[in-house]
């Protein structure tokens, strides 16, 4: 199984600022991964895919980057909805697996 | 607009059986797979099981295999999880998801719509 480790588990960000989060996978995914953002009481929502394709509907300021082993997402200008959080997920290998999330909050 | 709503979720007793209904509206059911995701009370998000657009070919997590069967009603626009050999374990909130399928049928597990959840709780 592929394990996914993200980091920081929180990351503690003005509004404004840049937030900047990282996934690793433990074998290589080529960019087979997803970013889901999931807010207090509510389902959570896919942001990217495909390591850098945001999904419909998903603001610019949210982007992601990498392949292979090492991801980023990173979110330009937060704002306060954006205080959540926040999933990767590899579906290059069976089993599907996520990270343990990554807490957004405001510092 | 897409929309997943799960429902039959409960209070059960171990070794129990449970089934989730998850029915689905705004878009064409036979052309999409489906998984079942869940997420125990306060931790992170564990997928459970998926299968294909028509309903073949299924997928499913170690910790459920044997126990919990998926399958649709195309005829229903609905999906479905039978769950058996209930365990404490089990105590979740489960998202029924939409997801990818390749031109060749092969299941992705890109969940793009998720439902709003139904939670099952495993206790004596």
């Known amino acids: 199984e592929i394990v996914m480790t993200q980091s920081p588990a929180t990351l503690s960000v003005s509004l404004g600022e840049r937030a900047t989060l990282s996934c690793r996978a433990s074998q290589n995914v080529d960019s087979l991964l997803a970013w889901y953002q999931q807010k207090p009481g509510q389902s959570p929502r896919l942001l990217i895919h495909d390591a850098s394709t945001r999904a419909t509907g998903i603001p610019a300021r949210f982007s992601g980057s990498g392949s292979g082993t090492e991801f980023t997402l990173t979110i330009s200008g937060l704002q306060s909805e954006d205080f959540a959080v926040y999933y990767c997920q590899q579906y290059r290998h069976w089993t599907p697996t996520f990270g343990q999330g990554t807490r957004v909050e405001i510092k | ?124």
């Open chain 2, 1 to 124: 607009e897409v929309q997943l709503l799960e429902s039959g979720g409960g209070l059960m007793q171990p070794g129990g059986s449970l089934r989730l209904s998850c029915a689905t509206s705004g878009y064409s059911f036979s052309s999409y797979a489906m998984s079942w995701v869940r997420q125990a009370p306060g931790k992170g998000l564990e997928w459970v099981s998926a299968l294909d657009s028509r309903g073949a070919t299924t997928h499913y997590a170690d910790s459920v295999r044997g126990r919990f069967t998926i399958s649709r009603d195309i005829s229903r626009s609905t999906l479905y999880l039978q769950m058996t050999s209930l365990r404490a374990e089990d105590t979740a909130t489960y998202y029924c998801t939409r997801d990818e399928e390749t031109d060749s049928g092969l299941v992705v597990t890109r969940h793009d719509y998720w439902g709003q959840g139904v939670l099952v709780t495993v206790s004596s």
